[in-house]
């Protein structure tokens, strides 16, 4: 089903006229109209029964409000129907709300009721035509006809009876600049600016707006409306042509089928013949074993065979290119058996054909034997939102499913809908969603049961399903039915067959052709493999897949499908049955222990495991004192018991529980009935008061056994159980009650003994209700706090946690405190980080915090500063570089406190840095007051007032760094803060290349080390100025790793950003220096032009780095200088190292005729396919020697390249 978009036709009022409608409605007169007013889409609107028509010309539509008068002229918009009633003599009031948010009618709405409906019997309203004079003045147009305001927005219309408009606002709503809104496209909106969630913003309807940005109400009050929905708020009548293409097997009675009622139901709305037939040969839809469908005949006419081809042909087949492209955007419902979406070939080749195709949604259906007659009501409503009412078909289906419920009962339902391919040449990606019908007893979480029950045989007997695992996944264990009977039921595999078959159906597919020829041991070993490629794919994808059990044998059960040699088909299946028995009996096995554990309580178990122990002691003593003595030493596991102590009850119940139960049987209590539990603890109620009571022994022993539980304590396991759930929560409580009885804060640092044998600890802090950071967080530094918190903890670990002991033997860190590992440095002053294997956690630890000290003492060039954990805490992104640190550490806390896991991830972090060459730790910004020169002027206040000393600017310039390069790196640190920009910085301070001629870099003159200003010229902030600067600095982009050409580069973008920095940071009271910065046009904008040129520059210098080869005369260095160019000696060749050092020329250059013997001859020899740092470093060397001629060569492996000749 597929809408056709031609040329919208326009109404012909000589036309035969709509059928008069069931109701009593007004009769109008009709009007021809103009050919001017029915270009303009005006047209007159008629009672009828057929449903309204709202034809308008989209091509031609005016922004003006629409209004129609019936009958009238000079309306520009669609027409409809309308028929104003009133209803009098009411016996009993039936009011109908017919709102449409609450749900559709999946009934026709042109069908009448029966005779024998019960709705006829009721007393109903009588409903007339209104009079003239009982309608509004408002409601009519100077004709007298009635008013009908279009929507600029949708096609529906609101008539002038149900939407008044005021006397004196009739002619302002008909001006050309005037937007009218339907109700419905108001709420539309009304939830967009809400920002698409289910709640609204609740803004007021004034129908009638301005067509400008601020959209001005035209009327002065709210207009109102005088009636209800009839139907959906989105709902209208589209009356675009709609083609139903209906193709059906040869023999098919076309009676009666869904496409046939669909046709029926749908030809009021439409004009014309509207259904197209095609008829192919077949028997059935679908093919079984493989899910193809049939597509014709073969053979004799009297004995014909149906042929069933594979879906994508029977797509190419069926439907040629010029029949195809009408396909596109259409609803295709594929009317056959389960077997086309059960095969996972032929539900890949199903998607693959709707890609192609481009259709916009496809449904298919699920059952074994599909009967297409319980589809037609569903078709019916669902033709109906989705073509007339023009409702989205995924937002109707669900409701559309709803009032169906006899498709639902009989089929579920897949839906395919194709999204919109980016880009738009790309083929669409394809959602299947699946509908399943839902009902508590019959069909539980969308699992068919059994009809009867298997041992009664009653009918319809499911009462209470018991379901395992999680919802949507587990299955029932257990059914519990009406006629007493727990009957245990698993659904059949094929019926969830489809669900993970085709999900995993590449992993399946791709042993389709090894499985069959391997030999048993073969096969369980695939079938090992696939599974763990399936439970691979789950984990990496994080989907709920519901797998059946065995897994393995159900994977054995797919590729039986595959084995095509009858008698090796018979040895599998009899495998196969041979491993189902013993799995059942293994599983039957488990749950008998199940079971019989689950029974046996906690204090059993402990009186066994000591009986055995002591076996063979007090052999004299009678069996029950012996049981008795075992189970008072025995203390419950129970926690609560000892906080609120033990009853008498309680405690001859545990230790009489022989007696207890011996006394039970003698009641006639059955203990395998689980509905009997009460009936037990009335009889152990009973047996303590006659019984007990009148023992004085007992009694003793009772007593004795309450007294040493509650000097023993419950057990340590328990403790730290009960410790770990509620301390903190205790903590909490008291923090609280001292908020709320005294008015203060505090901290609390709590610890307690771990389930490991270790010590777990951890802090509780409150916060001011008036600042948003816990006071214990202090952006001024550390606080008190803090160091006691830390004293805390390593007082817990150092006591209590036996795991931190270590000795000196297994880690290199001591058992004296303080001891610390030692590192080795690497030529360049850096820590080397050890291996990983060679300590232990503390040792760990401590490696990292050393690293990260030194890194930090390396960055304040301050050998006192220690690294700001609390700041690395609350502000990590600022104090260290990002690309040193893991993406899910959001803090760098004291390393004590990182788990096991943590420091393993910064290890492998620093270790894959450290072999880089990079830095492990980079440090951008440091606590106020640890900069070496912060400390010395610190050091220099102390002293004494200093004279006033004017700031001598000039000594921030690039002539006062120039001396040396270590100088010059500081200096362009100094620049900017950008990350960008310090990569940039980081790159050229790496490089180490050997000086060569090339040629000079022509920029602005203050790019260079001999400017002697701070700032840049007065002259240069202009917009002009800078565009043409930065286009001059990308030609200069370094194609090489020069460190002379890509240091005035690095230079002239600093003092760029630098200046335009001191433009923005600039305060407004203070007067800047110079004076012409004030006067500067640059903005952010301009920043950030700079910043995107850095970042280009960074990224050609890094891919510069990546390409060059091994051992080239430009590769940048930081551990071995680069080899030296050779001199020419007697004019001889100058060899020029490539990538291969032990390539060596196939031939010997001879002199050419004519040429001088002085003449110089460069031999290029490469082994790489493009050695274009090679050819440049020789050009520039061309550049500089413009009297020498040069042969360059080019050697590959195979041949020789004259690449250029002068």
């Not at 519990?480 to 995993?504: G, K, R, V, Y």
């Not at 495991?609 to 002591?614: A, D, I, L, Q, V």
């Not at 409580?733 to 044998?757: A, D, Y």
């Not at 002009?1024 to 580069?1049: D, H, N, V």
Request: neutral net charge; aromatic residues 8%; contains cysteine.
């Amino acid at each position: 089903m597929t809408r056709l978009h031609p040329k919208r036709p326009t109404y012909d009022p000589s036309a035969s006229p709509i059928p008069s409608t069931r109701l009593i409605t007004k009769k109008v007169e009709k009007k021809e109209l103009s050919s001017s007013e029915a270009s303009h889409g005006s047209y007159q609107a008629n009672g009828g029964d057929r449903p309204s028509w709202q034809l308008k010309n989209r091509t031609n539509r005016t922004k003006n409000p629409y209004t129609i008068k019936v009958p009238g002229a000079r309306a520009a918009g669609g027409c409809a129907p309308h028929a104003n009633l009133i209803a009098e003599d009411v016996d009993i009031g039936m009011d109908v709300d017919d709102d449409g948010e609450a749900g559709s009618c999946a009934s026709s709405p042109l069908t009448s009721l029966p005779l024998s409906s019960p709705v006829n019997s009721l007393p109903i309203r009588v409903l007339r035509p209104m009079q003239d004079e009982e309608m509004p003045d408002e409601t009519h147009n100077e004709d007298g006809g009635v008013i009908l305001y279009c929507c600029n927005h949708c096609p529906r219309v609101v008539c002038g009876s149900c939407l008044v408009v005021p006397t004196e606002s009739c002619e302002v709503v008909k001006e050309p600049d005037v937007d009218s809104t339907c109700p419905g496209c108001h709420k539309l909106t009304d939830i967009k600016l809400a920002g698409g969630k289910s709640h609204r913003v609740y803004a007021p309807y004034w129908a009638f707006t301005r067509s400008n940005e601020k959209q001005d109400p035209v009327l002065p009050t709210f207009p109102i409306l005088t009636s209800h929905f009839a139907m959906s708020a989105q709902s209208q009548v589209n009356g675009e042509p709609l083609l139903i293409v209906h193709l059906f097997c040869k023999g098919m009675e076309s009676q009666g089928t869904p496409l046939e009622a669909i046709a029926k139901f749908l030809r009021p709305y439409f004009r014309g013949q509207i259904s197209d037939t095609h008829t192919y040969d077949g028997d059935t839809h679908s093919e079984q074993r493989r899910g193809n469908l049939f597509a014709g005949q073969e053979g004799s006419a009297r004995n014909p065979k149906p042929v069933a081809v594979e879906v994508d042909k029977f797509f190419s087949m069926l439907l040629p290119s010029d029949f195809a492209s009408l396909l596109k955007g259409a609803t295709v419902v594929l009317l056959t058996c389960s077997w086309l979406v059960q095969h996972a070939e032929s539900f890949n080749q199903l998607q693959s054909s709707l890609q192609c195709l481009r259709v916009s949604h496809c449904l298919a259906f699920t059952a074994l034997r599909f009967q297409s007659a319980f589809a037609s009501i569903f078709m019916e409503v669902l033709a109906f939102q989705a073509f007339i009412e023009s409702i989205p078909l995924s937002a109707c289906l669900s409701i559309t499913l709803q009032n169906s419920f006899h498709i639902g009962k009989h089929t579920n339902l897949l839906l395919f809908t194709l999204s919109s391919p980016s880009p738009p040449t790309s083929l669409a990606k394809i959602k299947c969603e699946k509908y399943l019908w839902w009902n508590t007893q019959s069909r539980p979480y969308g699992t068919s049961l059994p009809l009867s029950c298997p041992v009664c045989g009653v009918v319809h007997a499911w009462k209470t399903p018991v379901w395992g695992g999680k919802v949507n996944k587990g299955r029932p264990k257990s059914l519990a039915t009406s006629c007493f009977h727990n009957i245990e039921h698993s659904p059949q595999s094929s019926s969830n067959m489809s669900d993970w078959t085709l999900q995993f159906s590449p992993i399946l597919i791709s042993w389709k052709k090894n499985y069959p020829r391997l030999n048993a041991h073969g096969r369980a070993d695939a079938a090992e493999q696939v599974k763990e490629k399936i439970l691979d794919a789950i984990k990496e994808e994080d989907v709920s897949v519901d797998l059946p059990r065995p897994f393995r044998l159900a994977i054995r059960k797919y590729f039986l499908q595959y084995i095509k040699d009858p008698t090796d088909l018979e040895h599998e299946k009899s495998a196969l049955k041979s491993l189902q028995k013993e799995w059942m009996a293994k599983w039957a096995a488990k749950k008998r222990t199940v079971e019989s554990g689950t029974k046996k309580s906690r204090h059993e178990a402990h009186v066994s495991e000591s009986s055995s122990k002591g076996e063979g002691e007090g052999e004299g003593e009678g069996d029950g004192d012996g049981d008795e003595e075992k189970v008072s030493n025995l203390p419950p596991q129970h926690m609560k018991k000892y906080l609120k102590g033990f009853s008498e009850f309680d405690v001859a119940q545990y230790i009489f529980k022989k007696q207890v139960d011996d006394y039970d049987k003698s009641k006639g209590r059955d203990p395998s009935k689980c509905g009997t539990i009460g009936e037990r603890t009335k009889n152990a109620r009973e047996w303590f008061e006659v019984v007990y009571r009148k023992d004085s022994g007992m009694m003793a022993k009772v007593d004795a056994a309450k007294a040493k539980w509650m000097a023993q304590g419950p057990p340590e396991d328990r403790k730290v159980a009960h410790r770990k759930k509620n301390l903190a929560k205790r903590i909490l409580e008291f923090q609280e009650e001292l908020n709320v009885t005294m008015g203060v804060h505090c901290v609390i640092f709590h610890g307690h003994r771990s389930v490991e044998g270790g010590v777990e600890v951890g802090t509780s802090e409150t916060a001011p209700k008036q600042q948003g950071v816990k006071f214990k967080q202090h952006l001024s530094g550390c606080k008190n706090c803090d160091t006691l918190s830390e004293a805390f903890m390593a007082y817990l670990q150092d006591e209590f946690d036996p795991e931190l002991a270590t000795d000196e033997e297994e880690d290199c860190v001591g058992s004296k405190k303080g001891e610390k590992v030692v590192l080795k440095k690497s030529e360049t002053g850096d820590l080397i980080l050890p291996d990983c294997g060679a300590l232990k956690l503390p040792g760990q630890k401590d490696t990292i915090r050393q690293i990260v000290n030194e890194a930090y003492v390396k960055y304040t060039n301050n050998c006192h500063a220690h690294a700001p954990w609390t700041l690395l805490v609350t502000a990590l992104p600022d104090y260290i570089d990002e690309e040193c640190l893991l993406e899910d550490l959001d803090a760098f806390p004291d390393p004590s406190k990182l788990t096991g896991t943590q420091v393993k991830d910064v290890w492998d972090c620093w270790s894959s840095r450290q072999k880089r060459g990079e830095a492990m730790v980079v440090f951008t910004a440091s606590k106020k007051g640890d900069m070496r020169a912060e400390v010395e002027k610190k050091r220099v206040r102390r002293k004494g007032k200093k004279n006033y000393v004017e700031v001598d600017y000039e000594a921030q310039s690039p002539a006062a760094h120039s001396s040396d390069r270590a100088t010059q790196l500081a200096f362009l640190r100094t620049l900017s803060k950008a990350s960008a920009y310090q990569d940039l910085v980081q790159k050229y301070s790496e490089m180490k290349t050997t000086p060569r001629p090339e040629p000079p870099l022509l920029l602005e003159p203050w790019c260079s080390w001999e400017w002697s200003a701070s700032t840049l010229p007065a002259e240069f902030h202009d917009i002009a100025q800078l565009e043409a600067a930065l286009i001059q600095f990308s030609k200069a982009l370094p194609a090489t790793r020069s460190s002379i050409r890509f240091g005035k580069l690095t230079l002239a973008l600093g003092l760029l950003l630098c200046d335009i920095t001191k433009v923005l940071e600039l305060e407004p009271d203070v007067d800047p220096f110079p004076a012409y910065l004030g006067l500067s046009p640059f903005s952010h904008q301009h920043f950030d032009q700079v910043l995107n040129l850095v970042v280009e520059t960074r990224d050609r210098i890094s891919a510069t780095t990546l390409t060059a080869p091994e051992g080239s005369p430009t590769t940048a260095s930081t551990n071995a200088p680069a080899p030296q160019q050779e001199e020419p000696v007697n004019g001889g060749p100058v060899n020029v190292p490539g990538d291969s050092n032990d390539a060596k020329p196939k031939e010997k250059c001879g002199h050419e005729d004519g040429e001088e013997e002085g003449s110089l001859r460069l031999l290029v020899l490469n082994t790489i396919v493009r050695p274009w740092h090679v050819l440049e470093d020789i050009s520039t060397y061309i550049h500089m020697n413009p009297s020498c001629r040069f042969y360059l060569t080019y050697m590959s492996f195979a041949n020789t390249i004259d690449l250029a000749q002068g």
